[in-house]
């Protein structure tokens, strides 16, 4: 009984085991195909952006706005 318990178990391994390693070869073959007959496009450089006097002001919105909302906040809290 013990016997035909473990010949069960190493056969349902081995076919979970073959499934997974034809699933990796199916995945590569696909990855290889895609490769080929449609390739990745040159990347362009970006340019970095310029850093102005307008993205300052707009950060330091953002700062004002998260600071009053957690002053906001702490007060409705106690």
């Not at 013990?2 to 390693?21: D, N, P, Q, R, T």
């Not at 290889?32 to 970006?46: E, L, N, Q, R, T």
């Not at 300052?56 to 600071?67: G, H, L, N, P, Y």
Request: no cysteine; glycine share 6%.
């Amino acid at each position: 009984m013990i016997g035909e318990a473990l010949k069960f178990m190493v056969l349902g391994m081995g076919v979970v085991f073959i499934f997974l390693y034809v699933m990796i070869l199916a995945v590569k073959a696909q990855a290889h195909v895609i490769g080929k007959y449609f390739p990745d496009k040159p990347a362009s450089p970006a340019s970095s952006p310029a850093v102005s006097a307008v993205g300052s002001t707009d950060e330091k919105a953002r700062v004002a706005a998260v600071i009053a909302a957690v002053t906001e906040f702490r007060k409705n809290k106690s």
